[in-house]
């Protein structure tokens, strides 16, 4: 079977930092992406990891250790908008993406 | 671009009753995908397509069918709706890259409740 971990829900405020945890045990990995998707609207790419290290695209950042089966995605300078349900996702083959349960952001003024 | 395309955006039906979801993209991509979101449960995978033609087995088939007769299209079929597949249903594309796993692109959803 497939499982991917992460909390349900993290609270930070306007303009801190905060990190998502993502552990996983699957058949297969081929890398892991992170998704984020606002309340009522679709699941949008943030990054992709294939192997080990840190990933950087502005704000975020995601970090993998495959011999951990863990990642991380790291928002930094947080927003209002930031505030949406983010979920890790595992490629189990070539193109098959299984996803976790997701994280709840809430970020406050 | 339009992206990924899916119609209808809600529907109710009752038990019993059959309903077909399509997904349309305008990307030329050749894989496609369909989830089925609940929640506190992320997204799960139904079926999905590696190119026109085919079809494959995701996580949670069982009660759907797929067809894939043309690549822009990848339609999902309830033949006998139960309240278990109330939920959205997102369809998703992506490219072909070289090897290398490229991301997926998300229609808006459509949100089926079953009565």
Redesign the interface.
């Known amino acids: 079977g ?1 499982s ?1 971990e992460q909390p ?1 829900e993290v609270t930070a405020v306007e303009g801190a930092i905060v990190q998502i945890n993502c552990t996983y045990q699957t058949s297969g990995f ?2 892991l ?1 992170w ?1 984020q998707q606002h309340d009522g ?5 943030l990054s ?1 990891n ?1 192997l080990d290290g840190l990933e950087e695209t502005g704000r975020f950042s995601s970090f993998l250790s495959r011999s951990d089966s863990y990642g991380y995605l790291l928002l930094q300078e947080l927003q209002m908008k930031d505030s949406a349900s983010y ?1 890790c ?1 595992v ?1 189990t083959g ?9 994280t709840r952001l809430l970020v406050s003024p | 671009n339009a992206g990924v395309t899916q119609t209808p955006k809600f529907r109710v039906l009752k038990t019993g009753q059959s309903m077909t979801l399509l997904c349309a993209q305008d990307m030329n991509h050749e894989y496609m995908y369909w989830y089925r979101q609940d929640p506190g449960m992320g997204l799960r995978l139904i079926h999905y397509s590696v190119g026109e033609g085919t079809t494959a087995k995701g996580e949670v088939p069982d009660g759907y069918n797929v067809s894939r007769l043309k690549k822009q299209n990848f339609l999902l079929g309830l033949e006998s709706a139960a309240p278990s597949q109330t939920s959205v249903y997102f369809c998703a594309s992506s490219p072909i890259t070289g090897g290398r796993n490229s991301p997926l692109h998300f229609g808006n959803g459509t949100r089926l409740t079953v009565t």
């Open positions: 497939q991917l349900s081929y890398g992406s998704y609207g679709a699941p949008t790419f992709y294939a979920f996702a490629y070539f193109q098959k993406l299984v996803f976790g349960t997701g």
